[in-house]
């Protein structure tokens, strides 16, 4: 069974469109996380949900919305698409919310914006 | 403020050769240290981790990684190479802010 999963693995699509990205996560785990990871492989935390609560929102366009309808999913919400959205997003899970809490990551989703 | 640092973008090692990735830290408080593999297309898994106690951990797949506090580091090593090593590796800590900063990464290549 896989622990954290993400839908779609590969979106392409236009500029100015509205895409969402799923993420499950079946470890009964509180926290869960998006990351943007760029071209250059730099790895960046967006959000972070602590049993369906907003912890951690880093200064990320407001285009951008997540949504947890429990704490086992975390959605990805991006409006108006823009050229530099392209990236792969890693969606995490952590038992807790500590910064000594070990994350684990799903297979991402490569996002293309044409 | 926190960070994280690989120098090494690049490695370059031939099969059943010795391993050392670098990473060094800005943290103010005793720090939890991680290290994470990416595979081609594939997500991160976590290798090894350090929070207190004995500063050699030792990880998966044969990794172990030494935190030195004087130098700030946290260095992952492996005694011989496999060509299936070959991946991104990033290290990580953990804040009080309940994240994660990741260094920019190193790419392992491994020559048969």
């Known amino acids: 069974d896989t622990a954290v999963s993400q839908t779609p693995k590969y979106l392409v699509t236009q500029m100015g469109n509205d895409k969402s990205i799923k993420c499950e996560q079946n470890?009964?785990?509180?926290?869960m996380y998006w990351y943007k990871q760029d071209s250059k492989k730099f790895l960046k935390i967006m959000f972070s949900y602590n049993n369906k609560e907003l912890i951690i929102n880093e200064t990320v366009p407001n285009r951008f919305s997540p949504k947890s309808p429990d704490k086992a999913h975390l959605n990805l919400h991006i409006n108006s698409l823009e050229l530099g959205d392209s990236a792969v997003y890693f969606c995490a899970s952590s038992q807790r919310r500590g910064e000594g809490d070990t994350q684990y990551f799903g297979p991402g989703t490569r996002l293309t914006v044409l | 403020a926190q960070s994280v640092t690989q120098p090494d973008i690049h490695i370059t090692v031939s099969e059943g050769a010795s391993l050392e990735l670098r990473c060094n830290y800005s943290y103010g408080a005793t720090p939890y240290l991680f290290w994470y593999v990416q595979s081609p297309g594939q997500g991160l898994q976590l290798l090894l981790k350090?929070?207190?106690?004995?500063?050699l951990v030792q990880g998966i797949k044969g990794f172990e990684a030494e935190f030195k506090r004087s130098q700030s580091s946290f260095n992952l090593r492996k005694p011989s190479v496999h060509w299936s090593d070959a991946a991104e590796y990033f290290c990580?800590?953990?804040?009080?802010?309940?994240?994660?900063?990741f260094g920019t990464g190193t790419r392992l290549k491994v020559l048969a």
């Open positions: 350090y929070f207190s106690g004995d500063t």
């Open positions: 990580a800590v953990g804040t009080g802010t309940y994240k994660y900063i």
């Open positions: 470890l009964g785990h509180d926290t």
